[in-house]
């Protein structure tokens, strides 16, 4: 019997162990910093917040020397209108951009996803993900 007992406690504290990882792997919210170190952006820091039930907005909260000089300020929204797609893990949103020749600020369509072997880094791409004049539209953020 006690070992009937153990072996059911050892099954809940499993399913409870995973049942946490699953629910981390897929929250948006919390503070995310700018990865990829080719970035003008590298280093900065974005935070996710619920705006309602299945909608988020992104908000820098800390920037380097270098992104303040590109035009981006502490408190603008970086991604608004994040919202799942239907597939697992996957939101859509706008991401603000910045002309780095006329400092024209503008909204891209982009499709955010976490990265399967990392729960805790997400991957940024253009919904046109091909490769334009500037590079490429890929960015990597990993939780603060």
């Known amino acids: 019997m006690k070992r009937f007992i153990c072996g059911i406690l050892s099954v809940f504290c499993i399913m409870v162990f995973f049942a946490g990882c699953s629910q981390n792997s897929g ?6 910093e700018r990865a990829d170190a080719s970035s003008p952006l590298y280093g900065s820091v ?3 917040e619920k705006v309602d039930e299945d909608s988020y907005v992104g908000k820098i909260i800390s920037l380097t020397d270098v992104a303040k000089d590109a035009g981006f300020r502490t408190g603008d929204t970086k991604w608004m209108s994040i919202e799942p797609t239907g597939e697992d893990n996957q939101y859509s ?9 006329d400092g024209e600020k503008s909204w891209s369509d982009m499709l ?7 729960p805790n880094e997400i991957k940024i791409d253009a919904v046109d993900a091909g490769i334009n004049i500037f590079g490429s539209n890929s960015q990597t953020y990993r939780r603060k």
Not at 112 to 118: A, E, H, I, R, S
């Open 93 to 101: 949103l706008k991401d603000l951009t910045i002309n780095a020749i």
């Open 27 to 32: 929250s948006l919210e919390g503070e995310w």
């Open 46 to 48: 974005i935070r996710i």
């Open 112 to 118: 955010l996803q976490f990265d399967p072997t990392n």
